[in-house]
Antibody, heavy 117, light 110 residues
């Protein structure tokens, strides 16, 4: 079955960088666009970024554009997001989600990023 | 992009029906038939319940249904069960290759 496993979360100081990974299995990774979605503590969901199935196009929410970079390695079935210039408001659980059509049909368990000095 | 508008909370008794609304604009909900709904239990990942306004993924009970009129989409749960108690989020594709979520609705089964 579809499995998405995020890793790389932790505590990071404001202004620093962090890279999250999402290991995919149970489906043909290279056939699907992949998203990052985040959820601040006690808050709702926020779409962060999308990368096309082949990595040729990338799209970002206004709140992270210019600071976050989404990428993928189809040979290793892995999705990434490089987060730089981190702010307190980036504190959240970060989920990777498989895109099918215009919905998110499978989700990982999430990894917590805490931006704090 | 602004979040879609959902009621903060709804409640119902077992066996009853409830409806959660999700209001956007002509640039998102009203402009595309790409509204989806997600169920999230505490401490868990979201789960897709409805896609493309009214379609149910395999395994989702037919008690869950979706619809749309103009800029407002709705999720209806009939025959409420205790396990339906969760947070529910709507989502819509928006112009310029973005997606926007609603603020979430907490469903309480009384």
């Amino acid at each position: 079955q579809v499995q998405l496993v995020e890793s790389g979360g932790g505590v990071v100081q404001p202004g620093r960088s962090l890279r999250l990974s999402c290991a995919a299995s149970g489906f043909t990774f290279s056939n699907h666009g992949m998203h990052w979605v985040r959820q601040a503590p006690g808050q709702g969901l926020e779409w962060v970024a999308l990368i096309w199935y082949d990595g040729s196009k990338k799209f970002y929410a206004d709140s992270v554009r210019g600071r976050f970079t989404i990428s993928r390695d189809n040979s290793k079935n892995t999705l990434f997001v490089e987060m730089s210039s981190l702010r307190a408001e980036d504190t959240a659980v970060y989920y990777c989600a498989r895109g099918t059509g215009n919905q998110f049909d499978s989700w990982g368990q999430g990894t917590l990023v805490t931006v704090s000095s | 992009q602004s979040a879609l508008t959902q009621p903060a909370s709804v409640s119902g008794s077992p066996g009853q029906s409830i409806t959660i609304s999700c209001t956007g604009t002509s640039s998102d909900v009203g402009g595309y038939n790409y509204v989806s709904w997600y169920q999230q239990h505490p401490g868990k990942a979201p789960k897709l319940m409805i896609y493309e306004v009214s379609n149910r993924p395999s395994g989702v009970p037919d008690r869950f249904s979706g619809s749309k009129s103009g800029n407002t989409a709705s999720l209806t749960i009939s025959g409420l069960q205790a396990e339906d108690e969760a947070d529910y989020y709507c989502n819509s594709y928006s112009s310029s290759n973005m997606w926007v979520f609603g603020g979430g609705t907490k469903l309480t089964v009384l």
